[in-house]
């Protein structure tokens, strides 16, 4: 079967960093995805990871070890705009292959 | 920006009827998808679709659902006979390469409430 574990919820404040584990259980694997999802709208993509290590885009980065089934999100410089969910989603094999969501981080910026 | 545009943004039906989603992908993309996500839960994969076939489904993709492009530029998403556990926010998406390596693109969603 499929699992994929994110916290439910953290909070940090305005100005920090912060850390968002995702933990993967899949058949097979060809992509890690991470998504921010406002209340109310669609997911937006952030990152994508399909061979180890960081890969940081502006204040975003994401790290994957492909070994221990693990990815987390890194958000630096938090500003208040970044509170929204934030979904861990996993590919499990190549082709057009659907990805599997995660039940998501609730995340809150706090001054 | 090129975005997925769908219709309606929110839709009430009433159990057992039918109703039919609208969805316009970005002009360029391949490849379609529906998703589902039941309030306060995951989002969850329901058909891909490409080359005017669908390419995979899920188990709640029952003979219930049906997908068609029916022109170039629309893609809908019909529920046949709506149940109440239907009611979910739906979620078009389309990618230029195949399996999305670079993140799909999702349309705002249209909230379907079944009473």
């Known amino acids: 079967g499929q699992n994929i574990d994110q916290p439910t919820e953290m909070t940090a404040t305005e100005g920090a960093i912060v850390q968002i584990n995702c933990t993967y259980q899949t058949s097979g694997f060809n992509g890690l995805f991470w998504y921010q999802q406002h209340a109310g709208e669609a997911p937006t993509f952030l990152s994508y990871n399909v061979l180890d290590g960081l890969e940081e885009k502006g204040r975003f980065s994401s790290f994957l070890s492909r070994s221990k089934g693990y990815s987390y999100l890194l958000l630096k410089e938090l500003q208040m705009k970044d509170s929204a969910s934030y979904l861990c989603a996993v590919r499990d094999h190549s082709g057009n292959t659907p990805l599997v969501f995660g039940k998501g981080t609730r995340l809150s910026v706090i001054a | 920006e090129p975005e997925v545009t769908q219709t309606p943004s929110h839709q009430v039906t009433q159990m057992g009827q039918e109703v039919i989603l609208r969805c316009v992908p970005i002009s360029n993309h391949l490849y379609f998808y529906w998703y589902r996500q039941i309030l306060g839960q995951k989002v969850e994969f329901l058909v891909s679709?490409?080359?005017?076939?669908?390419?995979?489904k899920s188990e709640i993709f029952d003979d219930q659902f049906s997908v068609e492009r029916p022109d170039g530029s629309n893609f809908t998403l019909k529920i046949r006979s709506t149940k109440l556990e239907d009611s979910a926010m739906y979620f078009c998406?389309?990618?230029?390469?195949?399996?999305?390596?670079?993140?799909?693109?999702f349309g705002s969603g249209t909230r379907l409430t079944v009473v």
């Open positions: 998406a389309s990618s230029e390469r195949q399996g999305g390596d670079y993140g799909y693109t």
């Open positions: 679709f490409y080359n005017n076939e669908i390419s995979e």
